[in-house]
């Protein structure tokens, strides 16, 4: 059975801290869309306060989140322990996108290594918070993060990335609006 939480307290932050993974689940409205569920890592999740979160969002091969999140805001984050302790939990809440030049981007940034792939910022008013017991998720150790990401960025430079986002983000698998 999942307990539901008030809020995301001390204690709980600290344990997403200390995950080096987490999933984003979003889907549009349209009975006949994608649901979207993707992986995370790198230095870039923030809990911004007892019902505020927020991510630097990184170009990537699609845009669904940020198309999802712009249609209809609705948005759950998940958190697994894949080390001794088993727990899982899931943050859900409303979500929103700030680019470059806004002050919630400006912020979230600023607490995270520089990457030349960040896009934007994706923070969300936490509604809901709960956990489970996570015991048929597998014990398994980090051994690195993947530098792929940061060095194909690198590669492109600047007006590449630029070029990819019009390229490829400008829409997501659904047709929706998705990165300007």
Same mark, same amino acid.
């Given at each position: ?31 006949? =869309? ?17 019902? %505020? +979160?927020?991510? +630097?969002?990184? @170009? =990537? ?23 001794? %302790? ?34 934007? +910022?994706?923070?969300?008013?936490? @509604? ?8 048929? +998720? ?11 990401? %940061? ?13 990819? %986002? ?15």
């Amino acid at each position: 059975m999942a307990s539901i939480f008030d809020s995301i307290d001390d204690s709980l932050r600290a344990w997403i801290d200390e995950q080096p993974l987490w999933f984003v689940a979003t889907a549009p409205l349209g009975a006949d =869309g994608h649901v979207n569920v993707s992986p995370r890592g790198h230095d870039s999740f923030s809990v911004l306060g007892p019902h %505020r +979160v927020a991510w +630097v969002d990184y @170009t =990537g091969s699609g845009v669904e989140t940020i198309a999802h999140i712009r249609e209809n805001r609705r948005v759950c984050l998940m958190f697994s322990s894949f080390g001794a %302790r088993p727990r899982i939990v899931r943050l859900h809440g409303r979500g929103s996108v700030h680019l470059p030049g806004e002050p919630e981007f400006d912020e979230v940034v600023a607490l995270h290594p520089e990457h030349p792939s960040t896009r934007a +910022v994706i923070a969300v008013d936490v @509604t809901r918070v709960s956990d489970a017991c996570g015991w048929g +998720v597998p014990v398994m150790e980090m051994t690195d993060e993947r530098d792929l990401l %940061r060095l194909r960025a690198e590669q492109r430079g600047p007006d590449g990335m630029a070029a990819y %986002r019009a390229d490829e983000n400008a829409t997501s698998i659904d047709g929706l609006p998705g990165f300007p």
